[in-house]
């Protein structure tokens, strides 16, 4: 796109498990100022099961003091592959084990924060006998959804995290061909 960028003063601010930094940049010959989150890239998984359902859960999200239907999804952590990271989050946030095919990288937020997020579709799902433990501000419930039913509640807003109908609308076009007009 041709713009030229140059970082003139990066300042960390903040450090724990994100890190929140103020930077001075110039774009083009503009000296801008903007904050950013810098965060672990992550995983989310959408599972399918034998039936064509599609596990999604349920977790109460603090930043939306409400609770958001949402596909599994962590961050890695270090030394861990992403397929690694996604197959041990399933099996901490639905209890199941599968068969990983990697879709898309995508960026959650790039406006502000530097995560990325390897996304997966998990199919010949097992029941895992001995299931990890959730983090402790985990607190999820588990809900089998037709696709229909999942690609309606995606484009009536009832479904609103991104990445989440990303891999919702992403999975109905490539598996099934879907029109979203409704």
């Known amino acids: 796109m041709g713009r030229v960028f140059q970082l003139i003063q990066s300042n960390k601010v903040y450090s724990g498990e994100l890190s929140v930094n103020v930077n001075r940049f110039r774009v083009n010959g503009l000296i801008m100022k903007k904050e950013f989150i810098e965060y672990a890239d992550s995983v989310g998984i959408l599972p399918v099961d034998k039936h064509e359902n599609l596990l999604l859960i349920q977790q109460f999200r603090f930043a939306t003091k409400k609770t958001v239907t949402e596909i599994p999804a962590g961050k890695i952590e270090k030394g861990e592959s992403p397929e ?99």
């Open 84 to 182: 690694q990271a996604a197959l041990r989050e399933m099996n901490e946030e639905i209890g199941y084990s599968g068969k990983l095919t990697p879709i898309l990288q995508l960026y959650l937020a790039p406006g502000y924060s530097t995560e990325k997020m390897h996304l997966f579709f998990a199919t010949g799902l097992k029941r895992i006998a001995k299931r990890l433990r959730m983090d402790n501000d985990e607190i999820i419930n588990t809900e089998r959804m037709n696709l229909h039913t999942a690609i309606e509640r995606c484009l009536d807003g009832e479904i609103e995290d991104c990445k989440t109908v990303s891999a919702i609308l992403l999975y109905a076009q490539l598996y099934h061909n879907c029109n979203y007009s409704h």
